[in-house]
């Protein structure tokens, strides 16, 4: 159980261009959901918090205009990194708290791994 | 914000050694101290979590220990193997809500 699953695994993107990344709760449902970035040898960065049915939170230093983040259900949230710049190139994990679990419990995605070129 | 750091960044044991891996925390609000295992390009594993009502919790190999008063809490991992390689990250919690602050990571190798 616990299962979080994210698509696409791997994206190569043109500089300027937008691209979205979901995370799927697959067996459970997720009130909350988290957007964390790491670079290679690095550690997990909270980007953002998303709550279900309402706006997300943003780390300070995140820009919210430019990392969309959109939770419609209590099974999906999106990440759109818009007009995308190499800088941007990073692996990107969602996780998911269990609604009906242990309240601090994180399960993570497998990740996507981002390329601007 | 939180300041969680992690020591050692790097650990090589020898097979069947112990590995201890300690971080050290800020924010005495924080109530839940998880320990996740990542290996390379995969996806951040939960092994062992403790809440701060509990001193030190074991599973199998695995240990935490929580000094609260210090804050610091400790990995331990006995009877090391190869696939116990892999980074190592601890996290806390920020004040009693659920968003993580991450270690730095530490990355251990198991030599056979």
């Known amino acids: 159980g616990a299962v979080v699953s994210q698509h696409p695994s791997r994206v190569i993107c043109k500089s300027g261009t937008s691209v979205k990344i979901e995370c799927r709760s697959l067996?459970?449902?997720?009130?909350?959901m988290f957007w964390y970035r790491q670079f290679p040898k690095k550690s997990l960065m909270l980007m953002a918090t998303?709550?279900?049915?309402?706006?997300?939170?943003?780390e300070q230093g995140v820009e919210k205009d430019k990392f969309l983040i959109n939770h419609a259900s209590l099974t999906l949230s999106t990440l759109t990194v818009t007009s995308a710049h190499p800088e941007d190139s990073s692996f990107y994990i969602c996780?998911?708290?269990?609604?009906?679990?242990?309240?601090?419990?994180?399960?993570f995605g497998p990740g996507t791994r981002l390329t601007v070129t | 914000g939180e300041n969680v750091e992690q020591h050692p960044s790097t650990l090589s044991v020898q097979e069947g050694d112990s590995a201890v891996i300690k971080c050290t925390y800020s924010?005495?609000?924080?109530?839940?101290f998880p320990w996740y295992k990542q290996e390379l390009g995969k996806r951040p594993q939960l092994i062992i979590d403790?809440?701060?009502?509990?001193g030190e919790k074991k599973d199998q190999r695995i240990a935490v220990t929580l000094n609260k008063t210090a804050k610091h809490f400790s990995l331990h991992i006995t009877e090391t193997q190869p696939e116990d390689s892999a980074v190592y990250f601890c996290?806390?919690?920020?004040?009693?809500?659920?968003?993580?602050?991450f270690g730095t990571g530490t990355s251990l190798t198991v030599i056979p």
């Open positions: 996780s998911a708290s269990n609604a009906g679990g242990y309240f601090y419990e994180q399960y």
């Open positions: 998303s709550n279900e049915g309402s706006k997300a939170t943003y």
């Open positions: 924010d005495s609000a924080s109530n839940y």
């Open positions: 067996d459970f449902q997720a009130t909350t």
């Open positions: 403790i809440r701060s009502n509990v």
């Open positions: 996290a806390t919690n920020r004040g009693e809500g659920n968003q993580f602050y």
